[in-house]
Nanobody
Framework: QVQLVESGGGLVQPGGSLRLSCAVS????????MGWYRQPPGNQRELVGN???????NYADSAKGRFTISRDNAKNTVYLQMNSLKPEDTAVYYC??????????????WGQGTQVTVSS
């Protein structure tokens, strides 16, 4: 079965950096877009950014200039490099991917989330 597993979350000081990884496992015929969302405490899930199959990226205004999304198609992995972190970046971060296992049916899969806490 298809699963997405995040790693790399933790506690970091303001101004610090953190890199998140998300690996897709299981049978996948093709993976289209991959990306990251986050859910701050008491708020709804919001877009951080995504990357399509051609490597083109899209970022939320809050992430642009500080965060970078990349992917390694050979490893079925998407990364989120976060620099200049702020307390406002504290959230549970979720990776996602749009993929098909049979070449016919497409759906979005979500990881379980990883906690990122930015605090002094």
């Amino acid at each position: 079965q298809v699963q997405l597993v995040e790693s790399g979350g933790g506690l970091v000081q303001p101004g610090g950096s953190l890199r998140l990884s998300c690996a897709v496992s299981g049978s996948t015929f093709s993976i289209n877009a991959m990306g990251w969302y986050r859910q701050p405490p008491g708020n709804q899930r919001e877009l951080v950014g995504n990357i399509d199959s051609g490597g083109r990226t899209n970022y939320a205004d809050s992430a642009k200039g500080r965060f970078t999304i990349s992917r390694d198609n050979a490893k079925n992995t998407v990364y989120l490099q976060m620099n200049s972190l702020k307390p406002e970046d504290t959230a549970v971060y979720y990776c996602n991917a749009v993929l098909t296992a049979d070449g016919v049916s497409w759906r979005r899969y979500w990881g379980q989330g990883t906690q990122v806490t930015v605090s002094s």
